[in-house]
């Protein structure tokens, strides 16, 4: 069974959460319960890690479209680095490439959050 792997890393008042494995239906229960425990923590500044995402379903997508209104109406972002082209592909096939913020370098990702406060 394909699983999901995740670590989490505090990037001055960033949260940097790298995926790495596959994120379905299986691993997305986990991933979600993951962000929302970082909210219920005022953690709303949120970078994810593509970089190592070997597939995302719609399960996987759908885990950051309910995520992400409650961490902008806290003054906060859910952003992407890193997708490989076959995550990012997924994305514009559901027409969210312009919903989300796309890095490709976390140096970017990180001052994008500085930039807007």
Same mark, same amino acid.
């Given at each position: ?28 229960? *986990? ?13 709303? %500044? /949120?970078?994810?890690? !593509? $970089?190592? &995402? ?16 409650? *961490? ?13 082209? %076959? /995550?990012?592909?997924? !994305? $514009?096939? &559901? ?23």
């Amino acid at each position: 069974m394909a699983s999901l792997e995740l670590t989490t890393e505090m990037r001055d008042q960033v949260i940097l959460i790298k995926l790495k494995g596959f994120l379905n239906a299986d691993s997305s229960p *986990a991933f979600e319960e993951t962000l929302q425990n970082l909210m219920d923590r005022h953690m709303y %500044k /949120i970078i994810i890690d !593509f $970089q190592e &995402l070997e597939y995302i379903s719609s399960a996987g997508v759908g885990c950051f479209i309910g995520n992400i209104k409650r *961490a902008r109406n806290n003054r906060g972002d859910i952003r992407f680095l890193g997708l490989p082209a %076959k /995550i990012k592909r997924v !994305f $514009q096939l &559901l027409d969210f490439e312009d919903f989300f913020q796309m890095f490709e370098n976390e140096d970017e990702a990180l001052q994008s959050f500085v930039m807007n406060e």
